[in-house]
């Protein structure tokens, strides 16, 4: 299994960026997809995850401004981050958990998310 991540980058604060996740292999069904971050010195943190029945939840401090979408089709999920600040400064994993028994939990390399003041 594989998730291959996509569209961080360095942004000025109060721009947007769009992170890509797919997940490609022998993966069989997915419950949850996610994304959290890990900013230097810090645990990591949960941003946001969506399940496969439509519930998403997401981290306070992104409320209002980051946005997770997933295509079930294609075993992708997006976060779309508006309004960006430079506390959003990390680098952004990928998460997905598989619907199996037991489940499966895969994570993905990582993409730099860096916010200038």
């Known amino acids: 299994v594989q998730l291959v991540e996509s569209g961080g980058g360095l942004v000025q604060a109060g721009g947007s960026l769009r992170l890509s996740c797919a997940a490609s292999?022998?993966?069989?069904?997915?419950?949850?997809m996610g994304w959290y971050r890990q900013a230097p010195g810090k645990q990591r943190e949960l941003v946001a995850l969506?399940?496969?029945?439509?519930?998403?939840n997401y981290a306070d401090s992104v409320k209002g401004r980051f946005t997770i979408s997933r295509d079930n089709a294609r075993n992708t999920v997006y976060l779309q981050m508006n309004s960006l600040k430079p506390e959003d400064t990390a680098v952004y994993y990928c998460?997905?958990?598989?619907?199996?028994?037991?489940?499966?939990?895969?994570w993905g390399q990582g993409t730099q998310v860096t916010v200038s003041s």
């Open positions: 292999g022998s993966i069989f069904s997915i419950n949850v």
């Open positions: 998460n997905v958990q598989t619907a199996t028994i037991p489940s499966y939990n895969y």
């Open positions: 969506a399940t496969s029945g439509g519930s998403v």
